[in-house]
Nanobody
């Protein structure tokens, strides 16, 4: 099992930036993919970006492409989500998640077995 602890988030004006962190512990050697999801009120949880550890390939949803960046610090076992040019529609609870089952990219929540606690991001216009 992988334990994930998130930090960052909060309230920001539209056009501003925030960085989320996700620190992993436990069986970190078993992680194949780390993803960032978000869930807005009344909506399904959606994958916005992910990084595959073998090879470093990344995925970005169209809604965040060019504004958000996923990165990782191997020494700290931490994955980051840099969010720039935030919009009101980015308001949601953000979750990091680890995929340890298969070494393939996964785009839906069932593909990830370990989750962070979630953090609120609110963008005011």
């Amino acid at each position: 099992q992988v334990q994930l602890v998130q930090s960052g988030g909060g309230l920001v004006q539209a056009g501003g930036s925030l960085r989320l962190s996700c620190a992993a512990s436990g069986r970190t050697f078993s992680v194949y993919v780390m993803g960032w999801f978000r869930q807005a009120p009344g909506k399904e949880r959606e994958l916005i970006t992910a990084i595959r550890y073998n090879g470093g390939s990344t995925y970005y949803a169209d809604s965040v492409k060019g504004r958000f960046t996923i990165s990782r610090d191997n020494a700290k076992n931490t994955v980051y989500l840099q969010m720039n040019r935030l919009k009101s529609e980015d308001t949601a609870v953000y979750y990091c998640a680890a995929r340890t089952s298969f070494d393939t990219m996964s785009y839906a929540p069932p593909g990830y077995g370990d989750w962070g606690q979630g953090t609120q991001v609110t963008v005011t216009s």
